[in-house]
């Protein structure tokens, strides 16, 4: 099977959406009048981001899913894709799988892949995602302010449990690994509740890095701190729940690969943040308020301080 084959074998379906899709040296995207563009691209790199053993389909999924959760954390609609791949060999025991994977997930967000680049070379995806925003209504980073409550969507911490277990630090009873391997493995983007927040969450970001690094991406810029509520991080963590609360507490707050949205808004917004979630099918809990003293901290139910390493995900650290 040589290249084009491949590209049209398993990539290349007529465009639906967009003028014009895979086939020709550029795609066109038509974004409706008034809205902007969001663009985001990630890389996954097989050994760094993904295991060698990992299923082809679910990694198809995965792909896709990380970038789909940039474009939530802005708040966007998904319009299309595409795909730069660099394969070892042209094997259809993996293309054909990990295709559907992907385009899945494309089709259940209406996002089409619409060109890309195929090489031979180790095991990397990339993929840019293309969405659409009204004008000037992007959730960014830096709009946190003092008072606001600071939320999350879904479960943190079950992906990085699973990941110890693969490695062998830590074990789980079968049930409980199989629901991990899935939040691992199979995260939902949380694409609808994004733009459901639009005009009520004040700052988002998404959550790949852990709760501690990413939220303090917001803090950042923002120019501002949080104090965070241990409890209720802890009790994040689903998978993990029969381990000691401290442990819950550092897979929730460092874990990465979760694929949740972070997000504050203002107290007087809670019944719309709520509404929000429920219309997107997604739960969201509260666990904390953006002060505006520089830094994050850690609290237990009483006010009192709690003290903890906050360790983040950084490829050069
Ligand atoms: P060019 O040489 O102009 O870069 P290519 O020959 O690499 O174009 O690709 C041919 C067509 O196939 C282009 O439309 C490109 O966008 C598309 N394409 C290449 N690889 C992929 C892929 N992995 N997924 C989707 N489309 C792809
Ligand atoms: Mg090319």
Redesign the pocket.
Known sequence: MG??D??AR???RPARRSPL???????LLAPAAGMQLAVSSDLLVEGRHFLSTMDPRRLGHKCLAVNLSDLAACGARPLAF????SLPQADARWLAPFAEGLLALADAHDCE??????TRGPLVIGITIFGEVPAGSALLRSGARAGDDVWVSGTLGDARLALEVFRGTRSLAAEGFAAARERLELPQPRVALGQALRGVASAAIDLSDGLAGDLGHVLAASGVGATLQVEAVAGLTVAGAALPADDRLDLALCGGDDYELAFTAPTSARAAVQAAATGAGVAVTRIGRIDAEAGLRLADAAGRPVHRRLASFDHFA
């Open positions: 290249e084009f491949l590209i398993y990539f290349k899709g895979v086939g020709d040296d550029c795609a595409t795909l730069a791949l892949l619409v060109g890309g680049d195929t």
